[in-house]
C-alpha cells in the first residue's frame, strides 16, 4: 500500500478491496465470520475476516452490521 492508500485507510478505514481465497471451516473451531455460512475471506491489507457465501460468491454482512447501517440511516434522515 503506498503513502496516499495508507492516508486514506487512515481517514476513512480499510475498502477491503484485496482478498484471499474463500476459506471454510469444519468442525467446532469456526471463526466469527464463518458462524453464518462457515465460509470466510481475509483482507489482505488489512487482516480482517469476513463472511463469504460460495453459492453467490459475494461476501455477506452480519445481520447485526445490516442493523445498524439501516438504524444510521434511519437516525440522520429522523435528525
Same mark, same amino acid.
Do not use: D
Given at each position: 500500500v503506498g503513502m496516499f492508500g495508507r492516508i486514506l485507510d487512515t481517514l476513512f478505514g480499510c475498502w477491503h478491496? @484485496?482478498?484471499s481465497f474463500p476459506i471454510t471451516v469444519r468442525g467446532s473451531q469456526r471463526s466469527p465470520a464463518a458462524a453464518s455460512t462457515g465460509t470466510y475471506v481475509v483482507c489482505l491489507d488489512c487482516g480482517k475476516e469476513l463472511a463469504y457465501d460460495w453459492k453467490t460468491m459475494k461476501i455477506v454482512q452480519a445481520p447485526e452490521a445490516s442493523h445498524a447501517a439501516? @438504524?444510521?440511516l434511519a437516525t440522520k434522515e429522523a435528525a
Open positions: 478491496q @484485496h482478498y439501516v @438504524h444510521a
